[in-house]
């Protein structure tokens, strides 16, 4: 049976689908740290050598770049959002029962080819349940909301898996990620279908029951407002994908075995900072507007690139780093507000974050190998300045030719400080 068609107690009042939201955030985020570091850990224990790690990472990666507009576009057409994530979660689920019980080549192979496609889905997935659940004038408190519990759930799961794998072995952390399934479950079935407008998930908010009138994919692939916002994020992860790797392998040559230790700081305090300042990127965004606070987050990673190229000293990086969990609240909160400004009306909501999300994936795919080749013939100095310089490029972008994208301000449709309203229905 789809997870779509299974009944709920009825909860009686949308709030009540905002908070399952919530735990959906922190279960999906806590699941999807089992993808983390821990698969390289893992199958270097089983004798995997580090090209045929690096070719399974890449696989992952590659599928989740293809899969990113068809996912999209399948978002856009299913009316049953929680269905699409019951079936990418179980999908995942299934992947990490593979890591964790095989490690033949065949078999990790299939794992990480479903890795990708689930993923390719699950994130916009919940934004699109986001914006059918509150609407566009409370998206982007929602989405503020929705990062700090994914944060949340991050940080909580890394820390399990630590001492997992620790006291019992790494093959059983991917045992405890794919049983998350059962409470994130749990929690989606918590959100009532009702609750989640059809029209409104897709960006067309004045349809529900009737077909949807879309705009043709070549309206929306010319708008230049969204081809600017993609490139702009491309620009980011160009420079920001392959700042932490970079310090990382500097530490190490400085450090010894300290490394590991400072490592897992650079990691863990942008979490936290996301985790603090995601609520407050939400508000700000609808007091600002999205223009300044975009420019805040692209900002600060050659601000950190900048700064980590005149210094080695571990705290000054530790402390520089807590800028990632700047960029990360801000582009968190802002790459579906500012998607959902630009397709408001054009029923392909979910199409152009499948788009953005393309490009976005192709600067982080090319940023390691990018550096690297700048690193090994120029120095690390050089490497850490072609990032200040592609980061500032993507500032540039923004001031030259990026417009505000909020809309005129109306009354807010609800969702406000725990407030509680009727779905927008036509």
């Given at each position: ?24 955030n ?24 580090p ?107 890394a ?20 049983a ?6 749990w ?13 409104r ?45 970079q ?77 990632d ?46 550096s ?12 850490l ?42």
């Amino acid at each position: 049976m789809p997870v779509g068609s299974f009944k709920v107690q009825d909860v009686g009042s949308p709030s009540a689908s905002w908070r399952a939201l919530d735990w959906v955030n922190f279960f999906l985020a806590a699941m999807l740290m089992g993808f983390g570091p821990f698969i390289s850990v893992h199958l270097a224990d089983r004798s995997w050598t580090p090209e045929g790690i690096g070719l399974v990472l890449t696989i992952s990666a590659l599928a989740a770049l293809v899969a990113q507009i068809p996912a999209g576009e399948l978002i856009d057409l299913v009316r049953s959002k929680r269905a699409l994530i019951g079936a990418g979660t179980a999908a995942a689920a299934v992947a990490l029962l593979l890591f964790g019980l095989r490690s033949d080549f065949p078999s990790i192979v299939a794992a990480a080819l479903i890795q990708g496609l689930a993923g390719s889905m699950l994130g916009p997935a919940i934004a699109a349940i986001s914006l059918g659940l509150v609407g566009h004038d409370a998206l982007a408190e929602r989405l503020g909301r929705n990062q700090r519990f994914a944060s949340i759930g991050g940080l909580a799961a890394a820390a399990v898996m630590g001492v997992v794998g620790y006291l019992l072995s790494t093959q059983d952390i991917f045992f405890l990620c794919a049983a998350l399934w059962i409470p994130l479950l749990w929690a989606l079935l918590r959100i009532r279908a009702a609750d989640i407008h059809f029209g409104r998930s897709c960006g067309a908010p004045d349809q529900h029951d009737a077909k949807l009138q879309r705009v043709s994919r070549t309206v929306l692939f010319k708008d230049h407002r969204l081809l600017t916002f993609a490139v702009c994020l491309f620009l980011f992860q160009l420079a920001n994908a392959s700042l932490l790797p970079q310090v990382s392998q500097a530490l190490a040559h400085a450090e010894g075995h300290l490394s590991s230790l400072i490592v897992s700081a650079l990691v863990v305090g942008p979490q936290i900072v996301v985790a603090l300042l995601a609520p407050w990127a939400g508000r700000t965004a609808v007091s600002w507007g999205r223009r300044p606070l975009l420019v805040i987050g692209l900002a600060a990673v050659p601000i950190r690139a900048g700064l980590f190229a005149v210094t080695t000293d571990p705290a000054a990086l530790v402390a520089l780093q807590l800028l990632d969990g700047l960029s990360g609240a801000t582009l968190g909160v802002l790459t579906a507000l500012v998607v959902a400004d630009l397709t408001a009306g054009t029923g392909r909501f979910n199409l152009a974050q499948g788009l953005v999300g393309t490009l976005s994936g192709i600067g982080a795919s090319l940023s390691t190998s990018l550096s690297g080749l700048i690193v090994q013939n120029f120095g690390y100095a050089a490497g850490l300045l072609s990032i200040t310089a592609v980061g500032l490029l993507a500032v540039a972008v923004v001031l030259a030719f990026m417009p505000e994208t909020k809309p005129p301000s109306r009354k807010p449709a609800g969702y406000e400080s725990g407030s509680v309203v009727k779905p927008l229905m036509s």
